[in-house]
C-alpha cells in the first residue's frame, strides 16, 4: 500500500508543475496532501494514521519538517545558504546599473573582425557576467537585446545566433559564483552525512570493527569547494563554445561572418576597454581570490561582491559626469591605506597596546569611515537615479524567497518521499543495476538530463540530488569527492535551460528577439551547444583531476591545513616521498653518514643516546621503504585474481540485503492484513486469506532466491579473501614500521635543535631565577610562591630538573610557617642545575649548531615531513593531485 501513495505523492507533483502551479507550493503541497491521505487512510481502514508508512508516520514528517525549517533559518553552524542572497543583490545590481551592457558592447567591438568574432565575444562576455553575477535570465535577456541585433545585422545564422547566446548565458549555472553550486553544497554536505553512515555499516558488516578509517571515510564539501571545483569545467565549456564557433566561422563563413569595427582603434578605445573591462575583472579576483587563497568565507566573497557591484553602479549610472570617479576612488585608496595600515601594525581592538597600538587603530578606523562613505555615497546615487537600489533590493528579496521556500518545499517532498520507502526502492533499484558504479552514475545523471527538459535546476537539485547523492558517495569501487559528484550534476543540470520544450533561457531569448527570429531556429540553434555540454560532462567525468585539483590545493596550501602525518595525505605523500627516495637516496644517505661524524659527547646522556638512535633509523629508512615497496607489489600482484571474485561476492551481498529489504516489507503487510484484513474483502476473510498466500509464496521464492545467491558464490572466494587480508595486513604493518620508523629519526634532531637555539633566551632568565634568593628569604609566602611559580614556567621545553627543584621550593613556602631554609637549599640545587643547563647547551650551539641544522635541512623534507607544521608548496602540490584521483577502495569492504 506505501507504493501506492508513492506513486500518489510523485502524480500530484508531477501535475501540480505541469499545470503551472508555483514550485514554490507545488513541492511541499504535494507532500502535505500525501501525507494527510495516507493518515487519513490508515485510521479509516486500519484504526492507525502509521499504517501505510514505511518509516515514522505523519508525526515524525511533520517533526522532520520543523527541523528542516531550524536548520535553514536558525542554525548558526549551517550558514552556506547566506551566501545566497548575497550574490543575488551582486548579479542583480551589475545588471540594473548596464555594466553587462558594457561588456558586450566593447567587447564586439574588440573581437568583431575576427571570423566569429562576434559570437565569440558573447561566449567571453557570457563567462564575465557569469563570474560576477550567475543570474542566467539576466545574462540571457541582455546579451538578447544588445548582441542579438547586431549578430542579425551582422549576417549571422539565426541558428547559431541564437544557440550562442542561450549557451553563453548558462553559463552563470557552472562558473562560481553560482547560485546552483551553493545549493549543490547543501544538500551534499547533508548527503555526505548518510552516505558516511553508509559505508560505515558496510565495513562493519564486512569487517567487524565499529569504526571506519579515516583514509576510507567521505569528506564533506562546501560552497567554496564546488566554486573551486567547478572553475576548470568551466573554461573547459567556455573553450569548447568559442572551439566550435571559431571552427564553424572558418569551415562556413557565411554562417559567421566577420563584423569590422568602424570606429578608430586609438586611445580612446583602448582607454574605453580598460575602464569597462578592468573593474569587473578586478571584482571576479576580488570574489574569487579571496576564496581560493583563504582570506574569506564564500560568505564574506558574497559581501565583497555586493558591496564591489554598489561601488561599481555608483559611478556607471552616473555616466561621464565631472566626479563620476569620485566614490569609486575613495574607495580604492581607503582599502589600500587599510592594506599599508594593516602590514604596520599589529592591529588588536581588544587588546590595544602603547601608542603604536593607538595608533594603528585610529588609521585604520579613519581608512574604515572613509570607505564607509564612499559606499554610502553610491548606494545614495544608486537609490537616485532611475530608483536601481529599490528595484535590486525588492528583485533580491522575491528571488531570495523564493529559493529559500523552495528549499523548505523540497525537504518536506523528500521527507514524504522517504517516509513511503520511495529511497529504498530507489536505492534497491540502482544496487541491482549490472556493471557497478559506472552503470548506477550514468542512470542517475540521465534521469537528470531527461528532467531538465521539464523541471528547473532548482527543483533538481533539492529534489533528486538528496535520494540519489548518497547511494553514489557510498560506494567504495569508484570512491567519488562529493566536490567531483557536485560539479557533475550542476554540469548536467546546466543543460536544463537548453532543452525544449521548458528551456528557460530558450524563453528568455524568446521574449526580447525579433519576430523573424522562428522559434525553430533558436530550438536548432542550442542542439551543438547540447552536445558540447555532454563532451564537456565526459571531460570532467573521465579527468576527476579537473574538479579535484583545486580544492585539495587550496585546502593543503591554506592556513588551516592538515599536519603532514594527516592519515588521509599517507598514502599519496608516501608515493611522493619513495619517489624523491630513489631520486635523492644518494645525497640523503651522505647527509645521515656526515651527521654520524658531529661531536655527540658535551650533549647529556639522553639526547646522545636519542641522537645516535635517531641516526641508526634514519639509515634503516631506506630498508624499511624497501619492504613497503615489496608488500605493496604482493598486493598488487594478487589483486587482479581476487578483485574479479570479491566483486561478485560484492554483488551478491548487495542484492542478498535488498532482497532482505523486500522480505521486511511483505511481512510488515502480511502481518497488517492479518490484522486488518484487505479493506475490500466480501466480509468472509476469503481476500485476506487469498492476500496472505499470495505473500507468503513471493516470499518463499525470495528466500530461495536469496539461498541460490548465497550458494553461487565462488568456493574460491573465502580462501582468497584470506589470502588478501593477509597481505594487507603485511602492508599496513610494514607501513606503520616505516612511520614510526621516520618519527623517531627526525624527533631528536628537533628536540636539540629547539633546545640549543633557545639558550639565549634560557640564559636570560639567569637574574630573574636569581632574584627569587632574596624574594623566598625576605617575601610572604604568596608573594614567593607565585614568583617562583611564574619563574618555572618560564623556563620553557627541555628544563624538567629545574622546574622540579623549583617546585619543591615553592611547596617549601607553603603554609602558616614557610620553610624557608628548604625553599632556599633546593632554589640553589636549581640555580646549579640551571647552570650547567645554560652551560652545555651554548657548547652544543657553537659545536653542533652548524652541523645539525644542516642535517635538519638534508632530511627535514623527506625523512621528518611528518612532524613538520605543514606540508611544502611543491608537496602540497604532488599530493593534491595525487587525492585528485579516485581509487577503488572496495577490496577493504
Not at 551566501?83 to 574588440?110: C, H, N, Y
Not at 636549581?830 to 652548524?850: C, I, N, P, S, Y
Amino acid at each position: 500500500m506505501e507504493i501506492v501513495f508513492l506513486i500518489i505523492l510523485i502524480l500530484i507533483m508531477v501535475l501540480a508543475l505541469g499545470g503551472g502551479f508555483p514550485v514554490a507550493f507545488a513541492l511541499p503541497g504535494s507532500a502535505i496532501l500525501t501525507i494527510a491521505l495516507a493518515a487519513v487512510t490508515g485510521v479509516v481502514f486500519e484504526g492507525d494514521p502509521s499504517a501505510y508508512f514505511v518509516h515514522g508516520g505523519p508525526l515524525q514528517w511533520l517533526s522532520a519538517g520543523v527541523t528542516n525549517f531550524r536548520g535553514i533559518y536558525w542554525e548558526a553552524e549551517r550558514d552556506t545558504l547566506i551566501a545566497v542572497p548575497l550574490f543575488i543583490f551582486m548579479g542583480i545590481m551589475l545588471e540594473r546599473s548596464k555594466i553587462a551592457e558594457d561588456l558586450l558592447v566593447t567587447m564586439a567591438q574588440l573581437f568583431g573582425p575576427v571570423p566569429g568574432g562576434l559570437g565569440i565575444s558573447v561566449v567571453i562576455v557570457g563567462a564575465l557576467l557569469a563570474a560576477t553575477t550567475g543570474i542566467v535570465g539576466a545574462t540571457v535577456i541582455a546579451m538578447g537585446l544588445i548582441s542579438l541585433p547586431v549578430m542579425l545585422r551582422a549576417n549571422y545564422s539565426h541558428s547559431l545566433a541564437t544557440g550562442t547566446i542561450n549557451a553563453s548565458g548558462t553559463l552563470g549555472q557552472i562558473i562560481p559564483p553560482s547560485i546552483v553550486l551553493i545549493i549543490l553544497a547543501d544538500q551534499l554536505s547533508n548527503a555526505t552525512d548518510q552516505a558516511s553512515a553508509i559505508r560505515t555499516a558496510d565495513y562493519k558488516l564486512v569487517t567487524g570493527n565499529v569504526s571506519l578509517p579515516t583514509e576510507f571515510d567521505l569528506t564533506s564539501t562546501s560552497a567554496g569547494d564546488m566554486f573551486l571545483g567547478a572553475f576548470l569545467p568551466g573554461m573547459v565549456l567556455v573553450g569548447l563554445y568559442i572551439a566550435y564557433i571559431l571552427v564553424t566561422a572558418l569551415l562556413r563563413p557565411h554562417l559567421a561572418p566577420p563584423a569590422p569595427y568602424l570606429g578608430k582603434y586609438d586611445r580612446t578605445f583602448a582607454w574605453r576597454v580598460f575602464i569597462v573591462l578592468v573593474p569587473p575583472l578586478a571584482l571576479i579576483f576580488t570574489v574569487l581570490g579571496s576564496i581560493v587563497m583563504g582570506v574569506a568565507t564564500v560568505n564574506q566573497a558574497g559581501a565583497l561582491g555586493a558591496v564591489g557591484a554598489m561601488v561599481m553602479a555608483g559611478y556607471r549610472l552616473v555616466g561621464n559626469h565631472k566626479g563620476a570617479y569620485y566614490p569609486a576612488v575613495m574607495a580604492i585608496t581607503s582599502i589600500i591605506a587599510l592594506v599599508i595600515v594593516l602590514s604596520i601594525f599589529d592591529i588588536n581592538v581588544k587588546n590595544i597596546q602603547g601608542a603604536a597600538g593607538w595608533a594603528g587603530v585610529l588609521l585604520a578606523a579613519a581608512a574604515s569611515m572613509f570607505f564607509l562613505i564612499s559606499l554610502v555615497w553610491s548606494g545614495w546615487r544608486a537609490y537616485r537615479i532611475d530608483n536601481t537600489l529599490q528595484g535590486v533590493m525588492v528583485e533580491t528579496a522575491k528571488t531570495t524567497s523564493l529559493v529559500f521556500i523552495i528549499l523548505l518545499g523540497a525537504a518536506m517532498l523528500t521527507a514524504a518521499f522517504r517516509a513511503f520507502g520511495g529511497e529504498e526502492l530507489v536505492k534497491d533499484f540502482l544496487t541491482g543495476l549490472p556493471g557497478g558504479f559506472v552503470t548506477k552514475f550514468v542512470v542517475v545523471m540521465g534521469v537528470i538530463f531527461v528532467l531538465g527538459f521539464f523541471l528547473d535546476f532548482i527543483e533538481i537539485a533539492v529534489v533528486v540530488v538528496p535520494i540519489v547523492a548518497p547511494i553514489l558517495l557510498a560506494d567504495p569501487t569508484a570512491n567519488v569527492t562529493a566536490v567531483w559528484l557536485g560539479v557533475m550534476v550542476g554540469v548536467n543540470m546546466q543543460t536544463s535551460f537548453l532543452t525544449p520544450p521548458f528551456g528557460f533561457a530558450l524563453f528568455y531569448l524568446r521574449g526580447v528577439a525579433p519576430p523573424k527570429v522562428r522559434t525553430i531556429e533558436m530550438y536548432k540553434g542550442v542542439v551543438p551547444f547540447i552536445a558540447l555540454q555532454l563532451v564537456g560532462l565526459t571531460i570532467v567525468g573521465f579527468s576527476p583531476v579537473l574538479v579535484n585539483y583545486l580544492p585539495n590545493r587550496v585546502y593543503l596550501t591554506s592556513d588551516t591545513a592538515p599536519p603532514p602525518r594527516n592519515p588521509r595525505l599517507q598514502a599519496c605523500l608516501e608515493e611522493y616521498l619513495f619517489d624523491v627516495y630513489d631520486r635523492d637516496g644518494g645525497i640523503i644517505r651522505a647527509a645521515i653518514a656526515d651527521a654520524g661524524t658531529l661531536p655527540l659527547d658535551g650533549l647529556p646522556d639522553k639526547y646522545k643516546e636519542s641522537l645516535e638512535t635517531g641516526l641508526a633509523k634514519a639509515a634503516a629508512t631506506f630498508g624499511l621503504v624497501e619492504r613497503v615497496k615489496a608488500a605493496q607489489a604482493a598486493v598488487a600482484a594478487f589483486v587482479p585474481g581476487f578483485a574479479p571474485l570479491h566483486a561478485q561476492v560484492r554483488d551478491i551481498r548487495v542484492e542478498t540485503a535488498a532482497i532482505d529489504r523486500k522480505l521486511k516489507r511483505l511481512a510488515r503487510q502480511k502481518s497488517d492484513i492479518a490484522r486488518f484484513g484487505t479493506g475490500n474483502g466480501d466480509g468472509t476473510g476469503n481476500d485476506a486469506a487469498d492476500e496472505i498466500r499470495r505473500l507468503e509464496v513471493r516470499m518463499e521464492e525470495l528466500a530461495r532466491r536469496k539461498d541460490a545467491l548465497n550458494a553461487s558464490a565462488p568456493v574460491a572466494w573465502r580462501a582468497a579473501h584470506e589470502e588478501y587480508v593477509k597481505l594487507a595486513k603485511a602492508e599496513t604493518k610494514a607501513r606503520r614500521a616505516y612511520r614510526r620508523n621516520v618519527d623517531d629519526a627526525y624527533e631528536p634532531v628537533q628536540q636539540v635543535r629547539k633546545l640549543i637555539s633557545g639558550v639565549a633566551a634560557l640564559a636570560a632568565l639567569e637574574g630573574r631565577i636569581q632574584a627569587l634568593e632574596s624574594i623566598i628569604a625576605t617575601a610572604p609566602g604568596a608573594e614567593a610562591i607565585a614568583a617562583i611559580k611564574a619563574a618555572a614556567g618560564a623556563l620553557g621545553d627541555g628544563a624538567s630538573k629545574i622546574k622540579s627543584k623549583l617546585n619543591r621550593a615553592r611547596r617549601a613556602m607553603k603554609g602558616d610557617t614557610p620553610k624557608r631554609d628548604k625553599a632556599a637549599r633546593e632554589l640553589a640545587a636549581a640555580m646549579d642545575l640551571f647552570t650547567a643547563e645554560v652551560a652545555w647547551r651554548r657548547q652544543a650551539a657553537a659545536t653542533l649548531g652548524a652541523g645539525l641544522a644542516t642535517y635538519d635541512a638534508a632530511i627535514g623534507q623527506t625523512i621528518g615531513i611528518r612532524l613538520q607544521e605543514r606540508l611544502s608548496l611543491e608537496q602540497a602540490k604532488e599530493v593534491a593531485s595525487c587525492l585528485s584521483v579516485h581509487r577503488d577502495i572496495s577490496l577493504n569492504f
